[in-house]
């Protein structure tokens, strides 16, 4: 189980640098989103809610629907 949490949490690290590198692109184009995906508030709080959500999904048989819509209601 702890390999598994290091595997996460390197992939989020991976995926939030490369994040950030698409966003520094995307503004050189002068193109926007409305959510800053490059701030690290977002991006955990998206890492941490697909978290919950696959671990209700897969322990408690909850759909990660319950636990995203919140996520994105809040961001």
């Known amino acids: 189980m702890v390999s598994l949490t290091v595997v996460y949490l390197a ?3 991976i ?10 692109y995307y503004r050189k184009i002068q193109y ?3 959510i800053k995906l490059d701030s690290m508030k977002f991006f955990v709080t998206i890492a941490v809610a697909s ?25």
């Open 11 to 13: 992939f989020v690290v």
């Open 15 to 24: 995926m939030y640098q490369y994040t950030k590198r698409k966003m520094e």
């Open 32 to 34: 926007e989103y409305e």
């Open 51 to 75: 978290f919950l959500g696959g671990f209700n999904g897969g322990v408690f048989g909850l759909g990660s629907s319950t636990t995203m819509i919140f996520a994105l209601l809040y961001l």
